[in-house]
């Protein structure tokens, strides 16, 4: 079968939402219903706690990630409300975990599930920086850039086949492919978002940190430092899912000036 007919089996199957990415305002097609995304999300987020040693709230770091999380969760909803975007969060139930692990990573899935590995905290070192990897999560979740990946993926992957058949037909390949779309697992990165998808989420991430009362000038500062990772042969897994060039912070430093207009106005 040819690609185009893949790709009409699956807008057949479901209708192809036309939408603006939140900042950027990027025209946004998007193949799959969040309300199946944001089910898969669920049991994955359950299956992943379930399964790693959370750290406790009496724990400073958690208290960190909790706090940290509840300003950008707040700067995002007020964010969403003022510019029309409000019905991306209809299914959102915020959470911000931190877990024992020493890998460098963090991600966000749909529905406002944040969880965040030990490992980068070192890396991160202060609230603006934790809030930088935080936003940066949290932006990709309400662009919806799972659903826009993992829909190009089911083509290439599955055939083009339509997501309910795959579900049925082929679960663990669909799971295993939504894990690798939002860094769930131990095989993170293999499927990275998009570079235009990364500048976008930079983009969205530093408007909220400075909603919620962060410099976004740290959000460069934090790349920079994981740039600087990223020569070494042991590259972070945080980088392998978020590449970090000098391109790409040079496009952070081009918007910088339009961040931080949003400082404080919450």
């Not at 406002?112 to 934790?130: D, H, M, N």
């Not at 769930?184 to 990364?198: D, F, K, Q, V, W």
Request: net charge positive.
């Amino acid at each position: 079968m040819k690609k185009g007919v893949f790709l009409l089996i699956l807008v057949s199957a479901f209708l192809i939402e036309c939408t603006t990415v939140p900042v950027t305002n990027r025209k946004q097609f998007r193949m799959l219903p969040e309300s199946m995304i944001n089910s898969m999300a669920l049991t994955a987020y359950n299956e992943f706690m379930a399964s790693n040693k959370l750290i406790p709230s009496s724990d400073s770091r958690t208290s960190q990630v909790k706090t940290v999380g509840a300003k950008l969760q707040n700067a995002t909803i007020n964010y969403m409300k003022k510019n029309g975007y409000s019905k991306r969060l209809n299914q959102f139930s915020w959470s911000f975990n931190l877990v024992e692990s020493p890998t460098v990573n963090a991600f966000c899935l749909p529905g406002g599930k944040i969880v965040v590995y030990s490992g980068i905290l070192p890396i991160t070192g202060t609230e603006a920086g934790l809030a930088t990897v935080l936003s940066h999560e949290i932006a990709h979740a309400v662009a919806r850039h799972g659903n826009e990946r993992m829909s190009q993926q089911l083509t290439l992957q599955l055939g083009g086949i339509a997501l309910d058949v795959a579900m049925q037909e082929k679960a663990k390949e669909t799971r295993d492919i939504f894990n690798l779309c939002y860094g769930i697992g131990g095989n993170l990165g293999l499927l990275a978002y998009s570079r235009e998808h990364e500048y976008e989420a930079d983009k969205i991430g530093m408007v909220f940190m400075a909603l919620a009362g962060y410099d976004p000038s740290e959000a460069i500062s934090f790349w920079e430092k994981m740039a600087a990772k990223n020569s070494g042969a042991n590259v972070p897994q945080f980088l392998s899912t978020h590449p970090s060039d000098q391109n790409r912070i040079a496009e952070m430093k081009k918007f910088l000036p339009k961040a931080k207009t949003y400082l404080n106005q919450n």
